[in-house]
């Protein structure tokens, strides 16, 4: 199986987790998307569910799926997430924010009673930090915040990318603050760069989700594969 179809098995054994009646938080991203789509051919099957997405995108999504939508307002505690991730360690520390939709994720994964993250085998490391870690900054500050982030990250000035979209302005989240990436290589103690991070003004959230997920589903080339947290 190419990455795509792996990515694919893993949303499809994810959505044997859902149980009738549940309240699901949606992920964001590529693997995120099969899931939904996966999710909407239940529900128009009869599945009864209620879901918070993650992003405008996943909430476009699940619209044209007729997946029943609620808000955290409406329903604060729930069920079960359902994510994808961009790096996944061995203890299921993740990195997220790759599409723009950390700040959400972290809200509505904090919100489950469980986390599951779905991904195909390349998202799995020994050690997070190859992939670059986002960093969700308000806009105002923004020049004084990121060098107070590279600080605590002790990181060169050239570590720190603020991100961009196509038509090279800033790229602005879903809930109007700005992203920095931090290429740090490795992250060897992430429960401490958590802590580091969100201590700065500024600072509205980052990547690293320590010890949020439960279970992971993983896409490989000879099929899926379940890890659980211990």
């Known amino acids: 199986m190419d990455s795509n179809q792996q990515k694919h098995a893993a949303a499809a054994r994810a959505v044997e987790f859902v149980r009738p009646g549940m309240r699901l938080g949606l992920g964001t991203g590529s693997t995120a998307k099969h ?7 239940r529900v128009r099957g009869g599945l009864d569910i ?42 299921l520390t993740l990195i997220k924010g790759g599409g723009g939709a950390l700040l959400r994720e972290k809200i509505v994964a904090s919100a489950s009673a469980r986390m599951i ?37 002790r990181a060169q000035p050239g570590m720190l990318t603020l991100r961009k979209s196509e038509d090279g302005h800033a790229f602005v ?9 931090a290429a740090l290589g490795r992250i060897e103690d992430p429960r401490e760069v958590a802590r580091a991070l969100i201590a700065v003004p500024g600072v509205m959230e980052h990547g690293l989700f320590v010890g949020l997920a439960s279970t992971a589903v ?10 659980e947290r211990r």
């Open 35 to 41: 899931l939904v789509d996966l999710l909407g051919e």
């Open 50 to 91: 209620v879901a918070v997405p993650t992003s405008e995108a996943t909430h476009q999504q699940a619209v044209s799926c007729g997946i029943p939508l609620t808000t955290l307002d409406e329903t604060p505690a729930l069920d079960l997430t359902i994510d994808g991730a961009d790096e996944i360690s061995p203890d």
């Open 117 to 153: 993250v779905i991904a195909d085998e390349s998202k799995c490391v020994d050690v997070l930090g190859r992939f670059p870690l986002p960093v969700e900054i308000a806009p105002f500050g923004a020049g004084a915040t990121r060098l107070a982030v590279q600080a605590v990250l």
């Open 173 to 181: 989240t879903d809930g109007g603050h700005f992203i920095v990436d």
């Open 218 to 227: 993983i896409g490989g080339p000879d099929g899926v594969r379940i890890v």
